[in-house]
């Protein structure tokens, strides 16, 4: 017999900078595949998320159509405690903006899974990335690791 939790419950006691979501989000991104999402950053109710995504070469061929510094596009290698299953790129030139009630819905959706936890030295990456984006307006100082 598993235990069910309520999904205010799942996002309160996991919600943090790091933490590792796999949902669906049409609404974002126009497919029905679920992507692992990663929080980095929260600001109030408001989530900031990177997407992993496994397309390279289109997300390369992306970067440099737009201009792009190279370095904004970070590899995350998949390991036990982020739960990444396959080669995870990140494009920290985009992010998508979901409010706490959002992420409750996603769980109530039943098409969410928490993960894993990326490490302080990948969440580092990813930071490093954001921080050579142009576009990217994310505040710096909301994108600290929990300590």
């Avoid at 006691?13 to 979501?21: D, E, I, N």
């Amino acid at each position: 017999m598993s235990i069910v939790f309520p999904p205010d419950f799942v996002i309160n006691s996991t919600l943090k900078v790091g933490v590792v979501y796999k949902f669906e989000a049409s609404e974002l991104i126009e497919t029905e595949i679920p992507h692992y999402f990663i929080i980095i950053a929260i600001d109030g109710d408001d989530n900031f998320l990177a997407m992993c995504t496994t397309q390279l070469a289109s997300q390369s061929a992306y970067i440099r159509r737009k201009g792009y510094d190279a370095g904004t596009l970070t590899y995350i290698q998949p390991n036990k405690e982020n739960g990444l299953k396959e080669l995870s790129y990140v494009n920290c030139n985009n992010y998508f903006n979901l409010t706490k009630a959002q992420l409750i819905e996603k769980v109530t959706s039943k098409k969410f899974e928490l993960t894993g936890n990326l490490s302080d030295v990948e969440y580092a990456k990813i930071v490093n990335s954001i921080t050579l984006s142009t576009v990217n307006d994310i505040p710096h100082f909301l994108l600290e690791y929990p300590k």
